[in-house]
């Protein structure tokens, strides 16, 4: 699905290219399955490609299914 999709690796690594300003909100992993993968295992793979450039751990929020994170709520 590469034509369309960026795996989680290209992902942080476009965040990075546009600036890395703000946060990175993974979206629809785990949606559909659609791959051999383990569902967990692109956050996983976001968060690993997130740690080693070193960026900064609470600007990568990666929601539970149905979770919901206010903007600008206090400590964002």
Known sequence: MSAA???PEEAVRAFC????AGVMVPLHWGTFKL???PVE??????????????????????????????????GD
């Open 5 to 7: 999709h960026l795996n």
């Open 17 to 20: 290219d546009v600036g890395g």
């Open 35 to 37: 791959t051999d993968e």
């Open 41 to 74: 295992e692109p956050p996983a793979r976001a968060a690993a490609e997130w740690a080693a450039r070193r960026l900064r751990p609470d600007h990568l929020w990666t929601l539970a299914h149905g979770q919901t994170r206010l903007l600008g709520a206090p």
